[in-house]
C-alpha cells in the first residue's frame, strides 16, 4: 500500500451508481467541486445487474404477450423467442459491461473520478485504495455523501456457496437460459426474473415462503401475477422455504420445508438486500459498519452535519427512480448549507424528500404489470386513516378492450374519507405501468377527488379506468 496525496473538494462522493451520479450533478451544478469514489463499473448496480438489462430481458417477453392477445396478431408470434437475440439485446442495454459512456457523462459535468474502494476515515475524510494499492486521501469542505447502495442477502444455508448460486446479478447477465430454475422468493426480483427466464426457455419452479407474491402491494396485485405466471408453466409453492441445498452431478439440489426434492440446472436467491455499508469505514464516525443510515428529510445522517446517506442505503425506499430524487433533494441540500442560503426543509419543501413518506411509486414488470404508489388498504388503516378502497375491473373499460382480447386487470385507489385525497393507488394489467405516474401526481399533490373529476381521461385508452374508480366511488 503506498500513500499518496491528500486532496480537498467541497463535496465527495461514496458510490458512482444512478444515485451517486446524481448528487455529483446537482453539486457541480451548483459550482461545488466533487469527486466520486466507485469500486466497481460507473453507473453502478442499476445500468449493469438490475434496472436496465432485467427490463432488456423482459421487454421481448411482454410485447409478445400482447402480440399473443390480439388477433391477425397472434398466430405470426406463435413461435418461442429468440434467447439468443434477446440476450444479445440485453448486452447492448448494459453497453457490454464497460461504463465509457458513463465516465464521460460523469467528466462533463465536471467531477473528478476515483477508481477504487472508498472508506470513510473520519470526519470530512475519505481513503480511495486504487486496484494497484495506491492510497489517496480526499478530504470534504462542505459534504461526504454515502451512496453504496445495496447487495444481494443470501440465507444462511450449509454448502451454499459451493453451490455457486444466483443473485440478481447472474439473473440478469446470465449467458443462457438454465434447463431448469429453481426461484426462492416472491418479490420484484423473484417474479420479473421468473416471468423473463420461463418465456425465454426455462422450466420454472418459484419457491416462496409466504402466502403469495408481492406481499408488499395490495393482495390482489400478488394474486393475478401467480395466476399468470401459473398459466406460463411456472410452478409456484407458496409457504415453502429451502432447507438445503447441494450440487450433484452438475446440478442444484434443493430439499424444501416440505420435504420435497427439486432438481435444477441453477437456483435464484431473491431473498431480499443488505447494505453496502460493513467495509466503508462507518467505525470512524461512530456507526456500526453493515447498518443501515438513519436520515433526516434533507437526506443527512443524523447525529451529523457533513455526513449524507442518499438512495437503498438509507433504506427509505429501495427503488433506483425514488433514489435519483433523493440524490436531487440531496445535492441542493448541501449546496444550500455550503452558500449559507436557507434551507427549506418544511414539508414539500426544495430541499426535503417528502415523498419517500407519501407517494413511492413502483412498476413490476411482469405479465400483467403491476404498479403502485402511495399506501395499501391495510398500510393506510395500520397508519390511523379513515380510508375506504375502491377497486373497478378493468374489464370495464373500452381502451382495455382494445389493448388486447381478454384483456384481465384491476384498479384500487384508496380515498382518505375525512381530506377526500387518495392515499394510494393500484394498477394490475398489461400495460399498466404507464398510468402509475398519473397517480403519483394526484397522491403527491394532494388533489381532491372533487379535482380529479375534472381531469378528464381520453377515450378509448387505459387511463379511462380513472373515471370508472372515481363514478365506483361516487355511487356507492
Not at 473528478?112 to 489517496?136: E, F, I, K
Request: glycine share 10%; with cysteine.
Amino acid at each position: 500500500m503506498t500513500e499518496t496525496e491528500t486532496i480537498a473538494y467541497d463535496v465527495v462522493v461514496i458510490g458512482g451508481g444512478p444515485v451517486g451520479e446524481n448528487v455529483a450533478d446537482r453539486t457541480r451544478a451548483a459550482g461545488l467541486s466533487t469527486a466520486v469514489v466507485e469500486s466497481e463499473l460507473l453507473g453502478g448496480e442499476c445500468s449493469y445487474w438490475a434496472c436496465m438489462p432485467s427490463k432488456a430481458l423482459l421487454r421481448p417477453v411482454i410485447a409478445q404477450a400482447d402480440a399473443r392477445r390480439l388477433p391477425g396478431l397472434a398466430r405470426a408470434v406463435q413461435s418461442p423467442l429468440d434467447t439468443t437475440a434477446v440476450l444479445a439485446r440485453r448486452d447492448e442495454y448494459t453497453s457490454h459491461w464497460k461504463d465509457d459512456g458513463q465516465v464521460a457523462w460523469l467528466e462533463g459535468t465536471g467531477a473528478d473520478l476515483y477508481r477504487g474502494h472508498g472508506r470513510l476515515a473520519g470526519p470530512r475524510t475519505v481513503t480511495v485504495t486504487a486496484p494497484d494499492g495506491t492510497v489517496t486521501t480526499l478530504t470534504a469542505r462542505h459534504a461526504v455523501a454515502v451512496s453504496t447502495g445495496t447487495r444481494a442477502q443470501l440465507p444462511d444455508l450449509p454448502g451454499l456457496a459451493e453451490v455457486r448460486p444466483w443473485t440478481s446479478r447472474e439473473a440478469t447477465s446470465a449467458k443462457a437460459a438454465p434447463g431448469r430454475l429453481i426461484v426462492v422468493g416472491g418479490g420484484v426480483v423473484a417474479t420479473e426474473m421468473a416471468t423473463a427466464w420461463q418465456a425465454l426457455g426455462s422450466r420454472v419452479t418459484l419457491l416462496v415462503r409466504g402466502k403469495g407474491l408481492l406481499n408488499r402491494m395490495e393482495p390482489f396485485a400478488g394474486e393475478l401475477v401467480a395466476e399468470a405466471l401459473a398459466d406460463a408453466g411456472a410452478d409456484i409453492r407458496t409457504g415453502t422455504s429451502v432447507e438445503s441445498v447441494s450440487r450433484e452431478n452438475g446440478s442444484v439440489v434443493a430439499v424444501t420445508s416440505a420435504g420435497d426434492r427439486i432438481e435444477a440446472d441453477e437456483i435464484l436467491f431473491a431473498t431480499g438486500r443488505v447494505p453496502h455499508t460493513d467495509d466503508i469505514g462507518l467505525d470512524t464516525v461512530g456507526r456500526e459498519p453493515g447498518s443501515w443510515l438513519d436520515v433526516d428529510d434533507t437526506l443527512r445522517v443524523t447525529g451529523t452535519d457533513w455526513l449524507y446517506a442518499v438512495g437503498d442505503v438509507n433504506h427509505r425506499a429501495l427503488l433506483t427512480h425514488q433514489g435519483k430524487y433523493q440524490a436531487r433533494i440531496a445535492g441542493a441540500a448541501i449546496a444550500a448549507r455550503a452558500a449559507g442560503d436557507p434551507v427549506l426543509d418544511e414539508s414539500w419543501g426544495a430541499h426535503v424528500a417528502t415523498a419517500d413518506h407519501h407517494a413511492v411509486p413502483q412498476v413490476v414488470f411482469t405479465d400483467p404489470e403491476a404498479a403502485a404508489v402511495g399506501l395499501s388498504l391495510a398500510e393506510a388503516e395500520q397508519a390511523g386513516h379513515r380510508v375506504r378502497a375502491v377497486d373497478v375491473e378493468f374489464s370495464s373499460v373500452a381502451g382495455a378492450g382494445l389493448y388486447g382480447d381478454g384483456y384481465k386487470g384491476r384498479a384500487r385507489m384508496v380515498v382518505d374519507l375525512e381530506d377526500e385525497i387518495l392515499r394510494g393507488v393500484t394498477f394490475v394489467g398489461p400495460g399498466v405501468g404507464e398510468l402509475v405516474h398519473s397517480a403519483t401526481v394526484a397522491v403527491a399533490g394532494r388533489v381532491p377527488v372533487s379535482r380529479l373529476w375534472h381531469a378528464v381521461p381520453s377515450y378509448p385508452t387505459l387511463s379511462e379506468v380513472w373515471l370508472r374508480l372515481l363514478e365506483a366511488y361516487r355511487d356507492n
